[in-house]
């Protein structure tokens, strides 16, 4: 079967860019067909879902408050960057595909985290919601080019235990791109991780385990808190893979599609799903516990489990999944679940943590924003939850609903070099488009021409 929808992507590529070497026709025709029916389906999905993207009257109020006194009383405006560690759902893969051709390219520039390419009247994310009230927030993504202070640092097809080296990695570029404003700019880093573990737990126990899931989040929180200074960690544990499946009843590629990307899930039946999540669960509130009463003291370091996207089904349009919140490829998130995703995340920052409501039927449709509330405005934290002291001084600026306009996302000293550095870039681009693209990750995420990799790994998220 693995085999199957290799060739099957091969030779459509093959196909559509030169029709010279016509591919075996018989897996072609039941192929496409499939797909294109597939992708009809999905398109009526979206066309009949009524969710209303982004959050064009958005018009929380801004205080202007001097920098925080403790991570404990962090308010949205205090925050300067906003950084992704994790896998292919924090650099939107697949998420605005529309051919199988561009199945496995991935769109940080709407991914629910750092995503910069959409204005929050077009689609929320992280960024440009907390942008509302820090203007000067760095950290966005855009699908055209890494950005200086992109700090979406999520890599396609980690696995948890990958997850130290981000961090690592992370605590570096922070250090080299923000300079001496490290020391004091307050960071917000989302890390959303442990679906390639998922998908893979029925081929080695041990290493894709709760065990080892556990550990690499201890081990990345250890390094965070060691080495990056003022910092709010938000840990969303991850989506049972199980619920997948779900989908194969509206589509035969899904079915299809994933038992290349995430085989476990056809032989793990729903409760064995359900006994080894709860396992992963229990695993990480253990560790963010743990972590939170070692650091009581510490002002500079918080870490909050965020539930929002822990679905315990696909959301039904209707009485069938609503498989318009998936891709193309039928396993990650649409332009809309990263909405709704946002959206979530968002409001269950001013939640307690031991009440965050998690993403549901309503949640899609969901046409209301939360506002800081005025009794306890900061991101809640373990300390902040059960009691919290508002701020004295609340001098209010009202925000002007409507675009944010996008200013340069680069250091001023950088301006002279921008034309040189732009048509180097040209060159560089256009060089890049006869080589062959690879597939290694280096530091700075590749954005490939022809987004295809042959080589398809077991982990596709
Ligand atoms: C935002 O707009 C809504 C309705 O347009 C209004 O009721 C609300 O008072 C406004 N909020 C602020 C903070 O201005
Ligand atoms: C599972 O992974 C562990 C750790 O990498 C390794 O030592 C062990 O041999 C693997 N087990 C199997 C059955 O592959
Ligand atoms: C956080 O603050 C403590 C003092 O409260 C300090 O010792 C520590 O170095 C700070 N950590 C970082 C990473 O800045
Ligand atoms: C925001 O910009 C988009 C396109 O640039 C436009 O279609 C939309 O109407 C704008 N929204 C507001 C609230 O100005």
Not at 184 to 201: E, M, P, T
Request: glycine share 4%; with cysteine; charged share 20%.
């Amino acid at each position: 079967m693995t085999r199957f929808l290799i060739l099957f992507v091969v030779n459509f590529l093959v196909f559509e860019v030169n029709s010279i070497i016509a591919p075996p026709k018989e897996i072609l025709e039941i192929s496409v067909e499939i797909f294109n029916n597939w992708k009809t389906v999905r398109k009526d999905f979206m066309d009949s879902m009524k969710h209303p993207m982004g959050l064009p009257h958005f018009n929380c109020s801004r205080p202007l408050l001097d920098g925080p006194k403790s991570v404990h009383q962090l308010h949205p405006s205090q925050i300067d960057v906003v950084a992704a560690l994790g896998d292919s759902v924090s650099v939107a893969q697949s998420a605005k595909s529309s051919s199988i051709l561009d199945i496995f390219e991935q769109y940080p520039g709407v991914s629910f985290v750092t995503g910069d390419d959409v204005a929050l009247a077009e689609q929320s994310t992280l960024f440009n919601m907390f942008r509302k009230f820090s203007p000067r927030i760095k950290g966005g993504s855009s699908d055209r080019i890494r950005k200086f202070y992109d700090f979406n640092l999520a890599v396609a097809g980690s696995f948890s235990h990958e997850l130290p080296a981000q961090a690592k990695n992370l605590a570096r570029v922070l250090k080299r791109k923000l300079g001496r404003d490290n020391a004091n700019s307050w960071k917000f880093v989302n890390i959303f991780i442990g679906h390639n573990d998922l998908c893979n737990i029925c081929k080695n126990e041990t290493l894709y385990g709760p065990e080892n899931f556990g550990d690499s989040i201890k081990t990345s929180l250890s390094i965070i808190q060691d080495s990056i200074p003022n910092v709010f960690v938000n840990v969303m544990p991850p989506i049972n893979v199980q619920i997948h499946s779900q989908a194969h009843k509206v589509s035969p590629f899904c079915e299809l599609s994933h038992k290349q990307t995430c085989s476990c899930i056809f032989d793990l039946n729903e409760k064995e799903y359900l006994d080894i999540k709860k396992q992963f669960d229990d695993k990480l509130k253990e560790v963010i516990n743990e972590f939170n009463d070692k650091s009581k003291d510490s002002k500079n370091f918080t870490v909050v489990i965020a539930p929002a996207m822990d679905l315990k089904s696909i959301p039904l349009l209707g009485e069938k999944p609503n498989v318009g919140l998936l891709a193309l490829d039928c396993f990650h998130l649409s332009p809309i679940a990263h909405d709704v995703a946002a959206k979530q995340i968002w409001k269950g920052l001013f939640e307690p943590v031991t009440e965050k409501s998690v993403t549901n039927q309503l949640s899609v449709g969901f046409d209301r924003f939360v506002c800081p509330p005025k009794k306890c405005p900061f991101l809640r934290t373990d300390q902040n939850s059960e009691s919290c002291e508002p701020p004295k001084e609340l001098r209010s600026l009202q925000i002007i609903p409507g675009n944010t306009t996008v200013g340069l996302d680069m250091p001023t000293f950088f301006l002279p070099f921008f034309f040189i550095i732009g048509t180097a870039s040209i060159l560089l681009f256009v060089r890049a488009s006869f080589r062959r693209p690879s597939s290694e990750f280096s530091d700075e995420r590749q954005y490939l021409l022809l987004p295809i990799r042959a080589d398809l790994n077991d982990n596709i998220f």
